[in-house]
């Protein structure tokens, strides 16, 4: 239950005609420096009520006559800037999930299943084309690399790449059945 309402004091009418000259006099520079330091103008406006209320709550400060009252408030707004900075930094990133538009894990399942249709159509082609494709492919090589590697002349590598996918083409041909999967999309480029 509420208790009863007093009659505001003397000292609070007082207070609240300071905070409100205060902010007829500095409101639009607290405004403008607060929109400046945090590139969001809502932001900034619950910043400048920040730093009223703290005023209010320290008014002595603004009439003891001390220094500059736009300094000060200036000086509590970039504070409250900081402290808001801190904290955002401090806390874990949120996660935007709803019921909408739950966060989603990405399945993996689906590249396991088209490296194991690769890997056995693969098994079909000769170990020559298999070899090739595998340096050029899978270990990503340059003909030279591959060439290289396999201690073959670049041309022998070119010639067989060209049919060792041909090759794998109608592999994926025959098995094109909708029970088989299709080759992966990076693959199917390169197949097609």
Not at 113 to 141: F, K
């Amino acid at each position: 239950m509420a208790g009863p309402l007093w009659p505001r004091s003397r000292r609070g009418s007082t207070d609240e005609a300071l905070i409100r000259s205060v902010y007829e006099e500095h409101g639009n520079a607290l405004l403008a420096y607060a929109t400046r330091l945090t590139g969001d103008r809502s932001a900034a406006e619950d910043i400048v009520q920040e730093t009223l209320i703290r005023a209010w709550r320290h008014s002595e400060v603004l009439v003891n006559g001390k220094g500059s009252v736009r300094g000060w408030l200036l000086t509590v707004t970039r504070n409250i800037v900081t402290d808001r900075f801190r904290a955002k930094a401090a806390r874990p990133k949120e996660v935007a999930g709803t019921a909408a538009n739950p966060a989603v894990e990405l399945d993996h399942a689906d590249a396991v299943v088209d490296s194991m249709a690769v890997l056995g159509a693969l098994d079909q082609l000769s170990p020559e084309h298999r070899d090739v494709l595998t340096e050029l492919y899978y270990r990503q090589l340059s003909v030279a690399e591959a060439a290289d590697s396999l201690g073959i002349p670049a041309g022998t590598v070119k010639s067989r790449s060209h049919y060792a996918l041909k090759a794998l083409r109608e592999v994926f041909r025959e098995d094109n059945r909708p029970s088989r999967p299709k080759p992966p999309a990076g693959l199917q480029e390169v197949v097609a």
